[in-house]
């Protein structure tokens, strides 16, 4: 019986109050303070406007007070055919996205790694970094000048007797545009996760692996690898769970009326039905709500699919 009550005591949760726990750790409580505040006004309170979704916005009566028509945004949205045709745009893009970027940055990483100079590590970090800090607009400033018809590229060629190309305006080197370019401007942004992660790794490993006599490539494969596998799946699922943001900045600032077919994407076409057109701001919301809802399938699908297959993910 005494040995019941011991184990009975002990098992009984601790009875400190949780409040009494924050004002134990109240200096971190202090330091979450502005996060919460910011994801409380920027990102919470804002959802008050999906409403609009199942409204027809009246402008002289707000958002609140605007009345109710359900589904019938969506039934217009259906009808659309444009509608079809960005998300086709949208998802083709995302998956090569994945296919051809999301491992530049993992390559990236691995290569960095494997410089011995310190201070030539350093520099490569930098150059390679360095683009993530330029906006889109001036990266499409440069695009213009290398590749427009009368740029710098097109020059060398007529200089050589060639036909000048019209890189800019043909929908088949569009797509290819954009993920070489999203690789220049955001591979060496992206490659600081990896990174550190790398930096995490137990030495002692690679001391066994140079004793057992493994190379560089096997110590990569074998050791490197598997130890950022884990941050790897994270960034995986991350990126699966945008699927339906195929980098509006982007192709925005580098698409024209010649390549729209192939680069109008759900952002582009929300962006047009409400600013270039008559606003519709019941119209957009819709769309809104259809594509954020879908990318949170994508991401629950992804990260359940991962724990089945034995990885980690996102979610406990």
């Known amino acids: 019986m005494t040995v019941k009550k011991q184990r009975t005591a002990s098992s009984v949760p601790n009875k400190t109050s949780l409040w009494k726990r924050i004002l134990l750790n109240w200096q971190v409580y202090v330091l979450l303070l502005p996060g919460l505040i910011w994801y409380t006004i920027f990102c919470y309170m804002p959802m008050g406007g999906l409403s609009l979704a199942f409204k027809t916005y009246k402008a002289n009566l707000g958002i609140w007070m605007s ?70 607009v001036i990266v499409a400033s440069i695009m213009l000048n290398l590749l427009g018809n009368n740029g710098t590229v097109n020059a060398m060629l007529g200089a050589l007797g060639m036909e000048p190309v019209n890189f800019l305006g043909d929908e088949k080197i569009f797509r290819p545009m954009l993920y070489i370019t999203e690789n220049w401007k955001g591979a060496g942004w992206s490659a600081i996760i990896y990174m550190a992660a790398i930096s995490g790794i137990d030495t002692e490993q690679y001391e066994a692996a140079d004793i057992d006599g493994a190379g560089r490539l096997m110590k990569m494969v074998y050791i490197t690898l598997p130890c950022i596998k884990p941050t790897i799946m994270v960034m995986f699922i991350l990126a699966v769970g945008g699927i339906m943001n195929a980098g509006f900045d982007q192709i925005f600032n580098l698409s024209n009326p010649a390549v729209r077919d192939v680069s109008d994407i759900l952002d582009t076409y929300i962006y047009r039905i409400t600013f270039q057109s008559s606003a519709d701001f019941s119209f957009s919301t819709a769309i809104a709500l259809f594509k954020s809802v879908i990318n949170f399938i994508f991401l629950i699908s992804c990260d359940r699919i991962s724990k089945l297959v034995g990885e980690n993910g996102l979610f406990a």
């Not at 009808?79 to 990236?108: E, H, K, M, Y």
């Not at 310190?118 to 800090?133: A, D, G, M, W």
């Open 67 to 136: 009345p109710w028509v359900g589904l019938q945004n969506y039934e217009f949205v259906f009808r659309d055919p444009d509608f079809f045709r960005a998300i086709g745009n949208t998802v083709v893009i995302s998956f090569c996205r994945i296919l051809f970027q999301f491992p530049v940055p993992i390559i990236l990483a691995l290569l960095i790694n494997e410089i011995r100079g310190q201070r030539y590590k350093k520099v490569l970090q930098t150059i390679y970094t360095f683009p993530h800090f330029l906006s889109w």
